[in-house]
């Protein structure tokens, strides 16, 4: 159990663990994008992907849908405090879930759908 509610610095210093952890070749590729914490998802938030509830949401042009000329647009990944502390009740089990969701959202600034990574844990799954 958390001895108390990680506060937002907290869990931006877990997506930085996650990023120093990241490959450079994939670290190269966020370009400009703002990762920011944020507590809950706002209604308008939810209702742009038809979901109940995120722990993170990736808002922007998937590098793969960039113009010839690879201008790229803002992009922006926000993770959220309040989900994930609350499903994730321990100091470690926290760590692993803010960094699973800093990479659930960076693939899909790298254009892969949440069928194309849920395929990908499948398989993954699989093979242990």
Same mark, same amino acid.
């Given at each position: 159990?958390?001895?108390?509610?990680?506060?937002?610095?907290?869990?931006?210093?877990?997506?930085?663990?996650?990023?120093?952890?990241?490959?450079? $070749?994939?670290?190269?590729? *966020?370009?400009?994008?703002?990762?920011?914490?944020?507590?809950? %998802?706002?209604?308008? /938030? &939810?209702? +742009?992907?038809?979901? $109940?509830?995120?722990?993170? *949401?990736?808002?922007?042009?998937?590098?793969?849908?960039?113009? %010839?000329?690879?201008? /790229? &647009?803002? +992009?922006?990944?926000?993770?959220?405090?309040?989900? *994930?502390?609350?499903?994730?009740?321990?100091?470690?089990?926290? %760590?692993?879930?803010?960094?699973?969701?800093?990479?659930?959202?960076?693939?899909?600034?790298?254009?892969?759908?949440?069928?194309?990574?849920?395929?990908?844990?499948?398989?993954?799954?699989?093979?242990?």
């Amino acid at each position: 159990m958390l001895p108390s509610e990680p506060t937002d610095i907290e869990i931006e210093d877990l997506v930085f663990d996650a990023l120093d952890r990241l490959p450079s $070749p994939f670290r190269e590729q *966020l370009g400009s994008v703002a990762i920011v914490v944020e507590d809950e %998802a706002s209604a308008e /938030q &939810l209702a +742009s992907v038809g979901a $109940p509830g995120l722990y993170g *949401l990736y808002q922007g042009v998937p590098r793969t849908a960039w113009g %010839a000329d690879q201008v /790229q &647009l803002p +992009s922006k990944i926000t993770i959220f405090r309040g989900p *994930l502390v609350r499903a994730n009740r321990t100091p470690n089990r926290l %760590a692993a879930a803010v960094a699973e969701t800093v990479y659930h959202e960076i693939a899909h600034h790298l254009g892969i759908s949440d069928v194309r990574l849920h395929e990908l844990a499948h398989e993954r799954d699989a093979a242990r």
